[in-house]
T-cell receptor, first 114, second 114 residues
Framework: DSGVTQTPKHLITATGQRVTLRCSPR?????VYWYQQSLDQGLQFLIQ???????AKGNILERFSAQQFPDLHSELNLSSLELGDSALYFC?????????????FGNGTRLTVT | QQPVQSPQAVILREGEDAVINCSSS?????VHWYRQKHGEAPVFLMI?????EQKGHDKISASFNEKKQQSSLYLTASQLSYSGTYFC???????????????FGKGTKLSVIP
C-alpha cells in the first residue's frame, strides 16, 4: 500500500459529461502529480502541484483542470468527455518536487466513456 | 520529450540477466525507474541524479551516463517476481535544476518464465 488514495476506483459515464477524480496524497507529501495511462500512450504526465500551487504542466487538455486544496488533496476535473478520454488515471505524490524524491502512485481510477 | 526505452519487450528464463536502456535527447537532471505489474500501480525502484552514478539493491541496479544522457537498468539472476513492465522517467534540466516534470518512456515488458 503506497499510502496514496484515489477515488473512485471505476467510473463509467457518457460522452459530453463531466467527472471529478479525487486523490489524497501520502501523509507528509506536498507534491501531487496526475498521469493518464492508455494502452498505446503509456504514462502521460498531465499536471503537478506543490503545496497548493501549480508547478508543472504537461499535455493536459483544456477540457481538463485540476487543483490542490489546503489539506493537500487534489481533484482532477474532466469535462466534455470524449471516447478517447477512456483511460486509467493515476495520482502520485512525493515529499517535495522530483529530484531525489520518488513518486508513490495510487491504485488509479479507471474511466470508461461510452 | 519522451525518453526512448529499449528493448520494447524481453522474455527471460529464471536466472538469466537483462538490461533495459533509456535514452534522452535533452539534458537530464534525474532518471527514475518504476515497475508496473498488470492491473497494478507503478512501483518505485530507484532514482539516479545527474553526476553519473550507479545504484543498486538486491539484484537490480542502474547506471546513469550523464555525457550520453542514458540510463540502464540491470536485472541479474532474474526471478519470476521480476515480470512486469519497466518504465524509466526522466526529469529535464531547467535553469540548472530540475523541471519538476517526470516524463515516462513507453515501457519495456519483461516476462520471466520458469
Amino acid at each position: 500500500d503506497s499510502g496514496v488514495t484515489q477515488t473512485p476506483k471505476h467510473l463509467i459515464t457518457a460522452t459530453g459529461q463531466r467527472v471529478t477524480l479525487r486523490c489524497s496524497p501520502r501523509s507528509g507529501d506536498l507534491s501531487v502529480y496526475w498521469y493518464q495511462q492508455s494502452l498505446d500512450q503509456g504514462l502521460q504526465f498531465l499536471i503537478q502541484y506543490y503545496n497548493g500551487e501549480e508547478r508543472a504542466k504537461g499535455n493536459i487538455l483544456e477540457r481538463f483542470s485540476a487543483q490542490q486544496f489546503p489539506d493537500l488533496h487534489s481533484e482532477l476535473n474532466l469535462s466534455s468527455l470524449e471516447l478517447g478520454d477512456s483511460a486509467l488515471y493515476f495520482c502520485a505524490s512525493s515529499v517535495e518536487g522530483l529530484g531525489d524524491s520518488p513518486l508513490h502512485f495510487g491504485n488509479g481510477t479507471r474511466l470508461t466513456v461510452t | 520529450q519522451q525518453p526512448v526505452q529499449s528493448p520494447q519487450a524481453v522474455i527471460l528464463r529464471e536466472g538469466e540477466d537483462a538490461v533495459i536502456n533509456c535514452s534522452s535527447s535533452k539534458a537530464l537532471y534525474s532518471v527514475h525507474w518504476y515497475r508496473q505489474k498488470h492491473g497494478e500501480a507503478p512501483v518505485f525502484l530507484m532514482i539516479l541524479l545527474k553526476g553519473g552514478e550507479q545504484k543498486g539493491h538486491d539484484k537490480i541496479s542502474a547506471s546513469f551516463n550523464e555525457k550520453k544522457q542514458q540510463s540502464s537498468l540491470y536485472l541479474t539472476a532474474s526471478q519470476l517476481s521480476y515480470s512486469g513492465t519497466y518504465f524509466c522517467g526522466t526529469e529535464f534540466m531547467s535553469s540548472g535544476a530540475g523541471s519538476y516534470q517526470l516524463t515516462f518512456g513507453k515501457g519495456t515488458k519483461l516476462s520471466v518464465i520458469p
